[in-house]
């Protein structure tokens, strides 16, 4: 199974910037970005298939870009506009066969990294 390693997380004030990386072990098609915070259900950020095809989430549309470099096995969510209620562990993950948000159409996951966005 391919291995997910994210990194890029961290701490920012509102209205600052981040940008999160994924580099997979091996050829994935679709993948996407989740995030949860304690006692909450995870939750689909954005996904893009192998055609760079993307969907977002409501809460994200205008703030957020995913990127996928198929070439590398890399996948990016460049993060503007941070708000205190993007605090959260973000996950990538692949194997879905379309860009979807639903976290059980994904069967391998990374670690996660860890967003604070400070008011």
């Known amino acids: 199974q391919v291995q997910l390693v994210e990194s890029g997380g961290g701490s920012v004030q509102a209205g600052g910037s981040l940008r999160l990386s994924c580099v997979a072990s091996?050829?994935?098609?679709?993948m996407g970005w989740f995030r949860q915070v304690p006692g909450k259900e995870r939750e689909g950020v954005a996904a893009?298939?192998?055609?760079?095809?993307?969907v977002y989430a409501d809460s994200v549309k205008g703030r957020f870009t995913i990127s996928k470099d198929n070439a590398k096995n890399t996948l990016t969510l460049q993060m503007n506009s941070l708000k205190p209620e993007d605090t959260a562990t973000y996950y990538c993950a692949t194997g879905a066969h379309v860009a979807e948000l639903v976290p059980g159409r994904y069967n391998a996951w990374g670690q996660g990294t860890q967003v604070t966005v400070s008011s």
């Open positions: 893009i298939d192998r055609w760079r095809s993307s």
């Open positions: 091996g050829y994935t098609s679709t």
